[in-house]
Structures are given as C-alpha cells and as structure tokens.
C-alpha cells in the first residue's frame, strides 16, 4: 500500500504545497500567494487548510507527515529566523505553528538541504551515502549528505558552500563577504560575468550586447552559448572553471560518492558542464582521483522543491 | 578499572608505540626505526615484539585494542597503499598482518584523522559533536567530525583540507595542483612566504636575512616574530590571514562547535593566532557569526600522535 506526505516550498512569492507519493509521484499541488500574508498565524492556517483540501480531493486519509522548505527554516528548531524575503518578522515558530491545526510529524529545513534529501529520497542519490549538491539559482545553496545523513552543524545551517570563498577579495558577495562561490557561479554571477567581458570586449556585437544589463538573465546567456555566441562560451568557460575548482574543493572534505548539481544555469548543457568537469579533473586532489562522479539532479524542475520537502519526512 | 591500549604513529623515520591508558596517560612508550625495515613482515613483528615488552614491562595483561596512525592509512581497508615515505610500497595490509601477531581489535587511519580522534577522546573535544582540527606541519592536514563521527568519505580518505585549493592558481603544490592552502599555511609555506617577502624587502636586515634559504624553519621565523624582526611578524600576518579564510571556509561546510588547530607553526603564538582569528572573524559567513570557538589542540606536543592513534580503538 503506498503512503504519502505532503511538501511546502516556501518563496517569498508563492507558497507551493504538493501531495508526494512515497515512490516521489507528485499527485496533485495547490499555492497561496505568500507575499499577500503579514500574518504568520493566517498564513499557516491557510497552507494547512490547502493541505486538507489536497487530502479530501485525493481521498487520502493519513500522511506521514510535513515537509517544509523555507530560505532560512531552521532544522533543528523548526523555525524560520529573520527571512529577508518574507513579511514575517522576528522567529516564526513553523513547526508548532503547523502541528497545531494538523498533528502529524513536521520537519523544516533550508531549500538547498531540502534538495539534497530531495535527491537521496527520491532521485540519483537513492543509493548513495556520501554526496553533496550544489543548486544553482540566484545564489548558489548546498546539502552535504555524509553516511546518508545531512550535515547540519551545531546550529542546523551547515552545507553554506555558496559562501565559500573561492576567489579571496574577489566579487563583493551579498552576505557581506568577497569572492564567494556564489557571486560567480548563481545565475546572477553569471550574468555579472557576461557584463564584465562585454565592457572589456569592446568588438563583440553579439546577441548580448543587445539586452539592457538590468534584463539579462543567464538563461539568455546560456541560449546564446549554444548558438555558438563566442562571449556566451566564455562566460560558461569562466564560470564552469571556477565551478569544477568549488567541486574539487568540496571532495576534499567529504570524500562523496558523486556531485550532484541542480538549477537554472545547469541546463545550459555542456556549455557549461563540459569546462566544469575538465577544471573538476584538473583540480581534483589525486587523492579522490575516478572516485567522484559529476551528475545532473534527477528531481524534475518543476517538483524539485516540493519533492525535497516531502523526504524531509523521510529523513 | 582503568584499561588500556596501544597506540602506533608510523613516521617516515621512525615508529613510536605507546601504551595509553583509558583516561589518556602514556604510560610508556618504544621506538623502531622505520626506515631501518624493507621488510614489511619483519617490521610489523619488530613492533608487535615491542607492545608485548610494553605490557610485560608494566604488568598490563590486556589491552582494548591497536590503533595505527600512518600517512595513508586507510580506514576501511586496514592497508597503507604506496606510501612515498616509506621503504615498503604497494598495498601493506597492517591490519590483518598486526592482528596474526596480537589478536585484538586493530585500527588504521591517516594520521591527522587519528589527531582529530584524539582530540575527541582524549582532548578539548572531548564534550563535542561538530569539530573540525587543522595540523600544521611540513603538510596540512585535517580531521572532520560531524555528529560525533570522522568523516571518512566513500574511499576512507576524506577530510583533506590541506589539498583545499585558497587561491586558484597560487603557488605549486607537491600534490600536482596549485594554491592549495597548504602551500601557505604548513611549516613549508610559511617558509616559502619568509623567503618571497624577503626577496622583496631588500631593505631588510633582520636576523632571518642571516640564514641560508635552505636552512631557514617555520620556527626560526615563529622566534624571529616573537622579538619583533618586522618581517617575521609579516610572515605571520600573511599566513593567518590566509589560514583564517581557510577556517571560515571550512565552517561553510560543517558548521561545527570549534576548530582546533595543532602543531609546531602554532607554537608561534598570538603572532600567528591573532591574526588568524581576525580574518577568520571577517571572513566567517555571517549565518555561523558567534557559533565557533578557534581553540588550541589540548593533546600534548609529545604524545599527541601516539594518543590519536590510541583513540582510534575507542571510535
């Protein structure tokens, strides 16, 4: 008999919620618009409201138990602490908050960890005991999974690779730092890479050169790349580079199985994988040398998320 | 009752095997001469010889078990595989060759893996879950624990920070990559950065000026700095500058409670540890501000390998 779970993904527009199957089939979703609440209370009582509906529709009478992925939620505490990119202040208390109208086991977590269990739960890492994954989006998050289970750290935010430095007093970082992985390799470090090689190749005139630097996005950037565009191969180059030396780095702490990697710039192809993987052998420790393997996550995009925060109750 | 074990650390030159009891007194300790062996058979009976006079000498009739700290002692195997500084190459299975003489539980492991063992039963980590230990000496090496446990990887070598590359395309590194932090922070590096800033400081008539470059030590500069040779002090500003990045780093990944760092540079001092802890202040993601302790190895210099190995029995 199948059993099911429920996964929220918390942004600061939307709130996704999905009924997740326990062979990771997404049965049915709703969302509520979070940028409309300044209710913390309202608005758990709405998503939990959604949860029921999803259960009623579906004629599911039980599930294991909550999932919720938030910017800042916090594993240990259950809590999200002082999220920029939402209207509740202060500490909301998410895990109780939730218990209160459903009373089922609720795990909260980071989105980047929320991914990694995503992938141990229900995509390539199914088998695996040692891996991390980078997820690439506006910035760069993390989850490192050792002996199957989540590096947490003492105060649950572990797995922060994006705020590595990789380049010491190199791009000003929004965390307050310089030379940050992120700052390089997020689809928006890439688009600052794109900006800086047009103002110092002054003869391209390319599609890029096109686009008013406050509207290029990375994927236009990848797009380009495949059609061939030489300043869009060398921005995937650069980034790829700087990407395969984070990887390398981050095996010679852990010593993973595989790297899995997730998000928009990643669907740049081999564009982008291609250098990613040639600096990775370059740099890799021969320590760890034919012991890693670079892959793709294997959570569809449109479901990552909610799938990550259902196997938080797997965990 | 107090109990016992035996602790091995393996050095290219020699071979030092302690009898420590449970609450990490050394009670005594032999030696043999490594490199005095191309036999691994007779040198693995040589020190089996050795533990049997150790317990006969002080009335012990049973010990918990053997822990072994080579350079590439694996782990999962029980092996050292083509260890370069050692006479005997391939694959020595120590293992099961040390247990067909002394019929208890025996562990191997690399030695800043076995350090950051000892630091956990027998040091200042006594009382945590999360730490990470830095050892510097002619290398960089590093021990991780997370939830109580080493981190050991897929292939049981894991936790190589010194092979962590701080600055892509930095100085050349014995391992075959370039920057890697143990060009700039082992007692090596430190005497590479001594030798380029007085290359370009000719103005400077310090006492180190006085040694030939192939005779100069990560101490001579420690000493110089001590008495305020103004080159020295910027020897050790660089150096814990850099070491502080590769600290905050490192705490992106596990988050622990502290890390400890151990080994002859750190004799140097608050020269060295200043300003360390200041750019590892700077440096640190804001999200770990506060949560980690930069701490002292608590082993004692002379033993400190034999203990790590000891622990290795009680993990």
Redo the contacts between chains.
């Keep these: 008999m199948n059993t099911y779970s429920i996964g929220i993904d918390i942004g600061g527009t939307n709130t996704d919620i999905g009924l997740v199957r326990d062979d990771g089939h997404v049965m049915a979703k709703k969302n509520i618009p979070t940028n409309k609440y300044f209710d913390a209370d309202i608005y758990v009582s709405d998503f939990c409201e959604q949860i029921k509906l999803l259960m009623q529709e579906n004629n599911i009478e039980a599930i294991d138990g909550i999932g919720i992925a938030a910017p800042v939620g916090n594993y240990y505490t259950g809590c999200i602490e002082n999220a920029s990119n939402l209207n509740f202040k202060g500490v909301i208390d998410l895990l109780r908050m939730t218990k209160s109208y459903i009373d089922v086991p609720v795990v909260v977590s980071n989105d980047a960890n929320a991914a990694a269990y995503g992938e141990l739960v229900y995509g390539g890492a199914k088998d695996m005991?040692?891996f991390i994954m980078f997820t690439l989006g506006t910035g760069v998050g993390s989850g490192?999974v050792?002996?199957g289970?989540l590096?947490?750290?003492?105060?649950?935010?572990?797995?922060?690779?994006?705020?590595?430095?990789?380049?010491?007093e190199g791009r000003q970082c929004g965390?307050?730092?310089k030379g940050?992985l992120e700052t390089y390799c997020s689809a928006t470090g890439i688009c600052r890479t794109a900006l800086e090689m047009m103002e110092n190749m002054p003869e391209y005139d390319g599609a890029l050169r096109k686009v008013a630097p406050e509207e290029l996005t990375s994927k236009m950037v990848g797009d380009a790349a495949k059609y061939g565009d030489p300043l869009a191969i060398k921005v995937f180059e650069k980034t790829g580079y700087?990407l395969g030396?984070a990887m390398?780095?981050?095996v010679?702490?852990?010593?993973?199985?595989a790297i899995f990697l997730f998000g928009g710039p990643v669907k740049a192809g081999d564009v982008l994988l291609e250098p990613a993987r040639k600096s990775f052998e370059e740099?890799l420790?021969?320590?760890?040398k034919d012991?890693?393997d670079i892959r793709i996550s294997e959570l569809p995009d449109n479901d990552a998320a909610i799938l990550g925060a259902a196997a938080l109750t797997k965990a």
Tied chains: 1, 2.
């Excluded at 420790?285 to 760890?288: D, L, N």
Aim: contains cysteine; aromatic residues 6%.
């Design positions: 005991k040692h490192v050792v002996d289970k590096v947490l750290g003492k105060t649950g935010g572990a797995g922060e690779l994006g705020h590595a430095i990789l380049i010491p965390c307050g730092n940050c700087l030396i390398a780095n981050a010679t702490f852990s010593g993973p199985e740099h420790c021969f320590i760890f012991t890693v």
